[in-house]
């Protein structure tokens, strides 16, 4: 599967943002879909999942009740709705694709990546 993200930009604090993800090919509906984010000069790290099956969410501590993902499987899309938006949530945003994924936090185990969108938030 190839993933396009996009929905990056500029915004300030407490703003709202919508990250999209769509994926190419009749198989999406099988693909654990995550969200992983880059600061500059900081590790890549997880942000929010969406399992295959079932649909169970997941998030990082910092995001919880701030974000949300979700997907539609019709579209082959996943998103990210980011509210109260913070400085330290400033990143480059990656959607990952791990086919019949059973796990969520380790981008090593999605195979599928997204070329990356920006998001900064100014204060």
């Known amino acids: 599967v190839q993933l396009q993200a996009s929905g990056g930009g500029l915004v300030q604090i407490g703003d709202s943002l919508t990250l999209s993800c769509t994926a190419s090919?009749?198989?999406?509906?099988?693909?654990?879909m995550g969200w992983f984010r880059q600061a500059p000069g900081k590790e890549r790290e997880f942000v929010a999942a969406?399992?295959?099956?079932?649909?169970?969410?997941y998030y990082r501590d910092s995001v919880k009740d701030r974000f949300t993902i979700s997907r539609d499987n019709n579209q082959n899309t996943v998103y990210l709705q980011m509210n109260s938006l913070k400085p330290e949530d400033t990143a480059v945003y990656y959607c990952?694709?791990?086919?019949?994924?059973?796990?969520?936090?380790?981008?090593?185990?999605?195979?599928?990546w997204g070329q990356g969108t920006q998001v900064t938030v100014s204060s």
């Open positions: 969406i399992m295959w099956a079932g649909g169970m969410t």
């Open positions: 090919g009749p198989t999406f509906r099988s693909y654990t």
């Open positions: 990952a694709g791990a086919r019949y994924g059973n796990t969520w936090m380790d981008g090593n185990d999605y195979e599928a």
